[in-house]
């Protein structure tokens, strides 16, 4: 068997959508929204490839914190049924996170489903290890106009992703904050706002579903702290 991690070009948007279409059937996978995606400089997908056929992808982005440091989010990791089990997730995760360093990421990060153990052992050959707690991941894709109140130490993160474009809410998370990305989303047209909140964090968790947010399934972060 042979296996090749290779960095994806705009050429080959067909066999990411491909992938997407196979591993995700009920996820969005418009061949010319990829490629778009993939052209983004600060964004960099791999795809693996086992006898010449595509087997797999992994997609990285940087974003900047909200005290300016980049960071690699290995967001989206998938692979065709019939080739798991083979060490191909691990090697695609390793090549997302050392390119996120070659572009100048100070670390890297992956948000894992709990229960996915696939993904948990991928990244934990990879290097990573879990950060502390538990959480829930709340995302709307409703409607909104700016509400008044206190947004003050929210951060709103826009990003592109292989699935969505949208904003993330991190720093602060209060009901206004939340209302505001969801006026932000509103006013550019994106898919989704979300917030990635810890379920020790009731206060939070209540202002998410006050400012209509779903919670859509429980995750943990997965860190990488350097080459």
Known sequence: ???EIQRASVEQAAEIAAIKREVWPDEWADAAYL???????DHVTHIGWVDGLA??????????????????EVDLLGVLPAYRGRGL???L???STASGYEIGAAMARGLVAVGNTGSEKAFARAGYGIAAGTCGLYVSDGAA????GDAAGAYLLPVTTLNYRGIWVEGRITEAGL??????RTRYGWQIAGAVIPLADTVAAGAAQAAGYALVGQYRWWTHNGR
Do not use: C, K
């Open 1 to 3: 068997m042979r296996v």
């Open 35 to 41: 490629a778009a995606v993939v052209a983004e400089p």
């Open 55 to 72: 087997a797999g992808l992994v997609s990285g982005f940087v974003t900047l914190d909200e005290n300016g440091v980049r960071r690699w």
């Open 89 to 91: 997730a691990i090697r």
């Open 93 to 95: 995760v390793a090549a």
């Open 145 to 148: 106009e700016m509400q008044s």
């Open 179 to 184: 209302w505001q990305a969801r006026a932000v």
